[in-house]
């Protein structure tokens, strides 16, 4: 008798653990998911110059979380260049800056300061920081309208 209780209990217990993990699971992945999503959203509507519309779903997209570092870096980047073109430029530094801590492609953030200073109208700021995106790439592309 005791020793069917015991199965019980534990089989109860895995049966509560299972569906703890399940829904866990599944709600990371549907974040997830969520957050590619309005990346690629972001992204189409970056395409079509709506930069406001592009700027608050890549802030949606990093805030609901999961996505993988390189996408997490590029939309950082991306939402900076929406913030520098619709002039709120305080917004723009406070993401570069952040990612200046510790991206791993320190050449696409200097890029993208560098358009953010152009923007400003500060040609020979975003011109030496652009020589200094190219010395980490040479092939490293502009960001532009």
């Known amino acids: 008798m005791m020793r069917s209780g ?4 534990s089989a109860c217990v895995a049966l509560v653990f ?8 599944g709600r990371q ?7 590619y999503r309005l990346v690629q959203e972001a992204n189409a509507a970056l395409e079509k110059h709506q930069y406001q519309e592009a700027r608050a779903k890549f802030s949606q997209a ?5 996505l993988n570092v390189d996408i997490y870096i590029n939309a950082t980047i991306q939402r900076a260049i929406c913030a520098a073109t619709l002039g709120d430029f305080e ?4 993401d570069l800056d952040r990612m200046e801590q510790g991206a791993p492609n320190l050449d ?5 300061r560098s358009f ?12 030496a920081v652009w020589a200094k995106a190219r010395r980490f790439n040479r092939k490293v592309k502009p960001f532009g309208d």
Request: net charge positive; hydrophobic share 45%; glycine share 12%.
């Open 6 to 9: 015991l199965i019980i209990v």
């Open 18 to 25: 299972g569906v703890v993990g399940c829904n866990s699971s």
């Open 29 to 35: 992945a549907s974040k997830r998911e969520l957050a």
């Open 62 to 66: 990093i805030d609901t979380g999961g």
């Open 91 to 94: 917004a723009a530094y406070a």
């Open 108 to 112: 696409v953030v200097y890029a993208a």
């Open 116 to 127: 953010v200073l152009a923007k400003q109208g500060k040609k020979k700021e975003a011109k």
